[in-house]
């Protein structure tokens, strides 16, 4: 028992930083890539990594009911999440879009109640207020840097709701098909929903810098494939809501290594907001712990 607990917590340490790396590679990228082309490209990369698992482990892609299930979890998750998240950091520093998208569980958990019939007990609500009053603070603190900036705040947020929507889809899809064939499926179909993107990426890859291009691969590799597949790994192993709350590392982590590698700084009112934030997403998560942690937002 021991070795498992030890493994799953090495498994998610590794992808908590893979997921935080990604919101820094992401904002690097965007100065070259335009949204729908770096998107594109992540996912890509991040399906031909993920389905060389799938054949080597011999896996089926989902069927029936599952299907249809996964297509709204791609195109939402995997599409939308991708492209509005690639949008919203051309504007907004990796630290402050980290913070906005980790608001994602309370649009998980909202939609969960509404259309899974999971209900909205008094904590849920009263850690909505708090999370929301969070992304409040933050967004007045990017507004007063322009109103691009403000916008970018919009899309991060937009992306937290798109990936909570597509978490909504997913969780009937892995009832009856495994989580490593549905996360490929999902995000194949995401790449197939932003083909109409690919000349645009062509285009770009044909003029952009071979870091540009490396980093754009290492997102389809590291924080798209093993970091899911890694989530998947040590959700099998672990309590769900203790594995949940290590994704609360994510946005300090993105903070420091935006620092460090990019000279990023949030702007002020983004570090307690921010707090208030997270605070919501634990306050919520007490009354809905396993459900807000099945899966959580990466780069």
Wanted: positive net charge; hydrophobic residues 55%.
């Amino acid at each position: 028992m021991t070795t498992r607990v030890s493994a799953a917590t090495g498994a998610m340490a590794i992808t908590v930083l893979l997921w935080a790396s990604a919101f820094v590679a992401i904002r690097y990228v965007d100065r070259q890539l335009q949204p729908g082309a770096l998107a594109l490209g992540r996912l890509a990369v991040g399906s031909v990594a993920l389905g060389v698992v799938m054949l080597i482990r011999g896996e089926r892609p989902p069927t029936g009911r599952a299907l249809g299930f996964t297509v709204i979890c791609g195109v939402l998750w995997f599409g939308v999440y991708n492209l509005a998240l690639n949008a919203g950091e051309r504007a907004v520093d990796a630290g402050t879009s980290a913070l906005l998208v980790n608001i994602g569980p309370i649009f998980l958990a909202l939609l969960a109640g509404l259309i899974l019939k999971e209900g909205f007990p008094r904590t849920l609500l009263a850690g909505c207020a708090i999370a929301f009053a969070g992304a409040a603070v933050i967004a007045i603190g990017v507004s007063s840097n322009g109103s691009n900036q403000l916008i970018g705040a919009l899309e991060c947020i937009a992306a937290a709701a798109a990936y909570a929507a597509g978490v909504v889809a997913q969780k009937p899809a892995l009832r009856t098909a495994s989580a490593l064939s549905v996360t490929w499926a999902a995000c194949t179909i995401g790449a197939i929903a932003l083909l109409p993107w690919a000349p645009e990426l062509v285009r770009e890859f044909g003029h952009s810098s071979t870091p540009v291009i490396g980093w754009t691969i290492y997102l389809g590799i590291g924080p798209t494939a093993i970091g899911f597949l890694f989530w998947a790994y040590a959700l099998a192993r672990t309590d769900a809501g203790r594995l949940g709350s290590t994704t609360y590392l994510v946005p300090p982590l993105v903070v420091l290594i935006g620092w460090i590698t990019l000279s990023e700084v949030p702007p002020l009112l983004a570090l307690p907001g921010g707090l208030l934030c997270l605070l919501g997403v634990a306050f919520s998560r007490g009354a809905f712990r396993a459900r807000a942690s099945s899966a959580q937002p990466d780069g």
